[in-house]
């Protein structure tokens, strides 16, 4: 199996915090990850870094792109990273809010259309081919996870967990190889966590994705992760399959510890 | 589909060239009196600026302050080709167009980087350093005194007035279909999302700078055609016609109309040029009651006038599908199944 | 003169300048360290402070004891007007989009600038503002006069007080928390409105003792004297590195002698363009300014 994603002793400071320190990861095709951690450990900076968002103090960070070669892409623009296949949702929800639902997914095609600014300006024949294959395409995506039919509402309408699903189709139609989640459950109720949770399963399989995946919910990462990597304080203190990692006292200790206690 | 949209293009046209001609007889059969021929003209002049300024602040989200500046540039480029170097006065329109925005490309090249605050204190120091600079370059500007007797559209005096307006409506529509193309094509989605969230637009892959870049310079480049037209259509210009006053007027057009709506502007900007000649008794008050209009906007209606109105646009073809539905009681729902 | 007296010369009226800048461009620093916003109407704040420091200057005579109570009328009356324009205009726009805080700043300078023309008391032309009798004193054949070294006593005095205020009371302390994390400030049980309130205070407090400094300078005040100064200010915050105090100061000091270097060497009006100049120059090479840190957004 070839890597698509890896993090080479990454590390991030903040004024005199070290929010990241040498983070080491590897994600390989097909996989589905999850980070977890407690709040403040540094998973939301974390991918902040594998997106271009933040750039980290040192490290590496290697993308397989899209026609096969590894690249640095520590020190790209986020659209660059996107482009080369690695698309993200965000934690606070950060749709387009003033904007129809299907527009917020085509924004995402921007770098995908094959045509100019000067053929949408002069409408040539090949702006409205592209664009019909746009609109399909995004439709296909919406239908997915049942938006399609609300494609010509303001995304600021959705509820809460349209708006989370809407953020998804939206990294989708970037046509990323890799996929990252930020909490794409938080504040939805058990029912629609587990409902989303078999949707992400089902959009892996069918388009091929590696998926990481920042969660809170404890029982639901158990559930579909076939790996787990635990930050606390910005450090990697276990990682490996769930059950192993539910039974390392380190992470006993800092995060899952009084989680057990409350379910007992 | 192919042909539902062709049948909306032809209609759009047919109805344009309808209401040219239609304005035009108007003007020329003196129907339209000469001096309302001169505030529509004006009028005209004055939203296709705004509108460039709608682009760059409405659209993309970043404030410009120096859009009298520009005009400017573009007014006084093409009076120069025109004067200096015999260019007829199309191409010169263009050239002051071009030349404003080779400006807007310098400007916004170390300022668009940055967050958006810094456009709007920059474009502002521009609107001010160029009028410095128009009147020191007396060799092509003619100074603080003005440049005069820049040849007019046309050397008939009866058919001036007609003339003039005719062309300004002329690049008034171009600059609407340009913008409005834009708009509704993938690069025009990226302008949007730009102003919606930066941050979130850059994850899904959009050159946020490249396309500030974009906007910006189409918007300087737009407020330069408004120059080039203002030239001829005076005949003088003057350093301080462009000043820091006249910016505000067409940030106050943008705004009161609607920033991000292009039907907004047109209305606003047309309205306010027609009561601004009617209330030139109010003089300086004007200028305390415009501040006064923005602010209160921004407490109270942010959206402008046509958020009132749901925020939507104005189209020919819709209006006429709307005037065939009246006129033949077409239910609309049994149209959709003929299709 | 020589050479060295004339650079000389332009430094002394270069940093007497430059110091009415760096009390104006702490303002500017103050509120965009606070709210994050350019106050564009900070500039007009200075002339209505030099108009009120001309009121009270005619109507009581010109002598050391009165400039100090024309300082002490002008500076309270300003804040006053800073506060209630934060108050009306800035706070219900404090979570709608940032251009429309921008608007509204741009609409209120337009405003200040356009109501002080129409103002019978004070009107479209200018006036010329009282002044002590000019005395100069020579010292190594460079002059230095009264009024410069009224400004510069002035001008360091309230850094000074300024510097006390914010480094070692209680309500300092809180304005340097807010402007760290607005969120977290709040949480600590600050109060985050009267922090900026008193922000804005005495912001508009130090513009409107700038506005008398440089209306005693320059003797004459007019509606719309505050904007190039209010446009240097600006550029001497960034290139002290915006939101940084230390670095407003700097920035006003370094502005205020590069100008009179150039107005003194090149041409007066260059000099505008030259200010204008740097700050392209400052955007390009190191937008966070000489002493600012750059901070990102959250995400």
């Known amino acids: 199996m070839t890597t698509l994603l890896q993090a080479e002793n990454l590390s991030i400071q903040f004024g005199g915090l070290m929010a990241v320190s040498s983070f080491n990861m590897e994600l390989k095709e097909g996989e589905l990850v999850g980070l977890i951690g407690p709040n403040g450990a540094g998973k939301t900076t974390t991918f902040n870094m594998l997106t271009g968002i933040h750039k980290p103090t040192s490290g590496r960070i290697i993308v397989r792109s899209r026609n096969g070669g590894p690249r640095n892409i520590e020190k790209l623009q986020p659209y660059q990273i996107t482009s080369l296949g690695v698309a993200r949702t965000f934690q606070n929800i950060r749709l387009f809010k003033d904007l129809t639902v299907l527009d917020n997914v085509r924004i995402a095609n921007h770098f995908n259309a094959q045509y100019k600014s000067i053929h949408a300006l002069l409408r040539l024949p090949v702006f409205y081919q592209e664009e019909k294959r746009i609109y399909e395409y995004n439709m296909e995506l919406l239908k997915l996870f049942k938006l399609e039919h609300k494609s010509d509402e303001l995304a600021k309408n959705l509820p809460y967990g349209e708006q989370r699903k809407l953020e998804i189709v939206r990294a989708l139609a970037t046509k990323p190889h890799t996929l990252l989640l930020d909490e794409p459950a938080a504040g939805m109720n058990p029912q629609e966590t587990k409902e989303l949770m078999e949707l992400i399963k089902s959009i892996k399989e069918q388009f091929n994705l590696t998926i990481l995946l920042i969660e809170h919910d404890m029982n639901l990462v158990m559930g579909i992760c076939e790996r787990i990597i635990v930050l606390d304080y910005g450090r990697v203190i276990a990682q490996g399959k769930p059950a192993e990692v539910t039974r390392d006292p380190m992470v006993i200790k800092a995060y899952l510890g009084k989680e057990m206690e409350n379910d007992a | 589909m192919q042909s539902e949209r062709q049948k909306k293009t032809i209609t759009s046209i047919i109805l344009l060239v309808l209401g040219f001609v239609f304005l035009n007889a108007l003007v020329a059969m003196r129907i339209i009196d000469e001096y ?261 906007l921004m407490l109270f209606q942010p959206s402008g006038l046509m958020g009132l109105f749901g925020n939507r646009e104005f189209s020919l073809a819709g209006l006429a599908e709307q005037v065939n539905q009246l006129l033949f009681r077409k239910d609309p729902a049994e149209k959709a199944g003929e299709k | 003169m020589g050479v060295f007296q004339q650079i000389l010369q332009q430094m002394i009226n270069g940093l007497s300048l430059g110091s009415i800048y760096a009390l104006l461009a702490l303002g500017y620093t103050m509120v965009y360290g606070i709210v994050k916003l350019i106050n564009f109407a900070h500039g007009d704040i200075l002339m209505i402070g030099a108009f009120i420091g001309y009121f009270v200057l005619t109507k009581i005579g010109v002598t050391p004891g009165t400039l100090i109570i024309a300082f002490l009328i002008s500076m309270p009356l300003c804040a006053l007007l800073g506060v209630s324009m934060e108050k009306i205009c800035y706070k219900p726009l404090r979570n709608a989009p940032r251009i429309n805080a921008l608007i509204t700043a741009i609409g209120l300078s337009f405003f200040l600038e356009n109501g002080a023309r129409v103002l019978p008391a004070i009107g479209p032309n200018p006036r010329v503002f009282p002044t002590l009798p000019p005395v100069t004193h020579h010292l190594l054949g460079v002059g230095l006069s009264r009024v410069q070294i009224i400004i510069f006593a002035v001008a360091v005095g309230l850094m000074l007080i300024l510097n006390y205020i914010i480094n070692f009371t209680k309500i300092g302390k809180a304005m340097r928390a807010v402007s760290y994390d607005k969120g977290a400030s709040y949480l600590m049980g600050i109060n985050v409105d009267r922090v900026i309130s008193f922000t804005f205070a005495l912001g508009s407090a130090l513009a409107a003792a700038a506005g008398i400094l440089f209306a005693s300078a320059y003797p004459q005040v007019e509606p719309y004297m505050g904007i190039m100064p209010g446009l240097k200010a600006f550029i001497a915050a960034v290139l002290g590195g915006i939101g940084s105090i230390p670095g407003a100061m700097l920035g006003g000091f370094i502005l205020g002698v590069a100008e009179t270097l150039a107005k003194g060497f090149l041409s007066s009006q260059m000099a505008d363009a030259i200010a204008f100049g740097l700050l392209i120059i400052i955007l390009v090479v190191k937008p966070a300014g000489i002493l600012g840190k750059s901070i990102d957004e959250k995400v």
Not at chain 2, 89 to 97: E, N, Q, T, Y
Not at chain 2, 145 to 156: D, H, Q, R, S, V
């Open chain 2, 36 to 296: 309302t021929t001169q505030v529509l003209t004006i009028g005209a002049i004055n939203v296709v600026v705004a509108l460039g300024l709608n682009l760059i602040s409405g659209f993309t989200g970043q404030l410009a302050l120096g859009h009298a500046g520009f005009m400017a540039v573009g007014a006084y480029t093409t009076a120069a080709l025109v004067m200096k170097l015999g260019v007829p006065i199309f191409p010169a329109i263009f050239g002051g167009g071009l030349i404003s925005a080779l400006f807007g490309l310098l400007i916004g090249l170390p300022t668009l980087r940055l967050r958006g605050d810094y456009l709007a204190i920059v474009t502002l120091g521009f609107g001010e350093i160029i009028r410095v600079i128009m009147i020191n370059l007396t060799e092509i500007t003619g100074g603080p005194a003005g440049l005069k007797g820049i040849p007019p559209f046309t050397t008939n005096f009866y058919w001036r007035p007609v003339v003039s307006f005719a062309i300004a409506y002329l690049f008034l529509v171009l600059v609407i279909t340009l913008i409005s193309n834009l708009l509704k094509s993938s690069p025009g989605r990226a302008i949007v999302s730009i102003r919606e969230d930066e941050i979130a637009a850059n994850a899904m892959g959009i050159n946020v700078f490249y396309y500030k870049m974009f906007a910006f310079t189409l918007s300087a480049f737009i407020a330069g055609l408004g120059g080039g037209l203002y030239a001829p259509f005076f005949g003088y210009l003057s350093p301080n016609m462009f000043n820091f006053q006249k910016s505000v007027e067409f940030l106050i057009i943008v705004v009161l109309g609607g920033m991000g709506n292009l039907t907004g502007t047109v209305l606003a900007g047309f309205g306010l040029t027609y009561l601004q000649e009617f209330l030139r008794f109010l003089q300086d008050y004007r200028l305390v009651i415009y501040p006064l209009i923005l602010i209160v």
